[in-house]
């Protein structure tokens, strides 16, 4: 079935530095590739997507490509701010009969100044 | 606009009672997804609607386990004969148009469910 393994955390980086979380996947056919975010006391929400191989994904700052040969969407960022302290999940969705997201465990991303 | 909201935000039962969460979609989403999140798990799918019918149930982790949804909108996630191993955050999510892999999947707060 299809998994998605990211990076345990938690992470911890001063504000400015460069942030990655590793993730790789295991799907059948094409999957869809996600990075939700979740803040302090907020719910789930979409940083970035990529569909199909090669694609990049970018919001606010953060990207990922979807690289098909080694099955991994990492999620960068040239220059992390305090704001962007939060657990972040890579996930999947390889369509079938129910259409459900496949999360990673999330990675505690804490930023200090 | 609105975005999903569920109710309740919190909710403490004692083991062995009947628990029902809602979960209101977005207005005009046709899918809707029931997860849940524990420490142990993490996040797990749970069902999913498109309109009214649920084509696959097996992500439900019992028979105790149940989901309905009506009028296209609203739905409610029951689980009867509560468990300690069913305290967790229960979300719910919607998606605009028929499902497809590359949909955003938009989620509500959470219900916290405790267990005692």
């Known amino acids: 079935g299809d998994s998605v393994t990211q990076m345990e955390g938690p992470v911890t980086l001063s504000e400015e530095a460069f942030l990655t979380i590793n993730c790789t996947y295991t799907?059948?056919?094409?999957?869809?590739l996600f990075w939700y975010v979740q803040y302090p006391g907020e719910g789930l929400q979409l940083l970035l997507k990529?569909?199909?191989?090669?694609d990049k994904g970018s919001n606010k700052g953060f990207e990922a490509t979807y690289r098909k040969e080694t099955t991994s969407f990492h999620l960068e960022k040239g220059s992390v701010q305090v704001s962007d302290s939060a657990v972040y999940f890579c996930?999947?969705?390889?369509?079938?009969?129910?259409?459900?997201?496949?999360f990673g465990k999330g990675t505690l991303l804490t930023v200090n100044p | 606009g609105a975005g999903v909201s569920q109710s309740p935000s919190n909710k403490v039962t004692e083991k062995g009672k009947d628990v029902e969460l809602r979960c209101d979609p977005i207005?005009?989403?046709?899918?809707l997804y029931w997860y849940r999140q524990s420490l142990g798990q993490g996040l797990e799918f749970l069902i999913y609607?498109?309109?009214?019918?649920?084509?696959?149930k097996s992500g439900l982790p019992s028979d105790r386990f149940s989901a309905e949804r009506t009028g296209g909108s609203v739905s409610t996630l029951t689980i009867q004969r509560t468990q300690q191993e069913d305290s967790a955050v229960y979300l719910c999510?919607?998606?605009?148009?028929?499902?497809?892999?590359?949909?955003?999947?938009?989620f509500g707060p959470g219900t916290r469910l405790t267990v005692l």
């Open positions: 799907a059948t056919g094409y999957p869809s």
């Open positions: 996930a999947l969705n390889s369509g079938g009969s129910n259409y459900k997201l496949t």
């Open positions: 609607f498109q309109g009214n019918s649920a084509p696959d």
């Open positions: 207005s005009g989403h046709t899918a």
């Open positions: 990529a569909t199909k191989a090669d």
């Open positions: 999510a919607s998606s605009l148009g028929f499902a497809g892999p590359e949909n955003e999947q938009f």
